[in-house]
């Protein structure tokens, strides 16, 4: 495995655990650096929503995902791994912004939803076996991430969960001819 490839993804977890653990300590609720949906206050959940979590069990049911997910865009599409980075954590939160509920959607389910629906769709786009190989991997995995499209649980920002699919399905489609994606 390459070095760096954990290196990204382990930066934004640390920072997770980093903000859960001042939450715990304080005995502060961070909620409110969510995204807000169409508010000006809500705006700082674009930058934040990903890095502050519900509770324990919330942190933990990202971590691991982000971690291998993150790791493997990086392992494997090293060169295009931080736009397609980018774009999955901003692109879904500025579209949570715009169109999600009315109340505080806060985890790194969005950015999580988005690298795999990148990881997945982008060996359907480019057909190499490589690529398909990985999707098929992650399919096995996170196959099960399709039931979190839907809103079956008004507690669950099933629209980060919508989004970060759309981000990631058009990050793939959009840079399924890049030539050089490997490091």
């Not at 980093?18 to 715990?24: C, G, K, S, V």
């Not at 806060?106 to 480019?126: E, T």
């Not at 076996?129 to 039931?147: H, K």
Request: aromatic share 18%; glycine share 10%; charged share 10%.
């Amino acid at each position: 495995m390459k070095n760096s490839s954990v290196i990204p993804p382990l930066r934004i977890v640390f920072v997770m655990w980093l903000m859960y653990t001042i939450e715990t300590y304080l005995g502060v609720d961070f909620g409110f650096l969510g995204i807000l949906p169409m508010t000006l206050k809500g705006t700082i959940g674009i930058f934040t929503a990903p890095l502050i979590h519900g509770n324990l069990t919330h942190l933990i049911s990202n971590t691991a995902p982000l971690l291998f997910l993150g790791a493997a865009v990086y392992f494997f599409y090293n060169k295009i791994a931080s736009r397609v980075f980018f774009q999955c954590y901003f692109f879904t939160n500025i579209l949570v912004w715009f169109f999600g509920r009315q109340f505080y959607h806060v985890g790194a389910s969005g950015l999580i939803y988005g690298l795999a629906f990148f990881l997945i769709s982008f060996g359907i786009f480019r057909r190499d076996l490589r690529s398909i190989m990985i999707s098929l991997v992650i399919i096995i995995f996170y196959g099960g991430l399709v039931y979190g499209l839907s809103p079956a649980n008004s507690n669950i920002s099933w629209e980060s969960h919508l989004f970060g699919a759309i981000v990631g399905l058009s990050t793939a489609f959009t840079l399924r001819n890049s030539r050089h994606v490997e490091g």
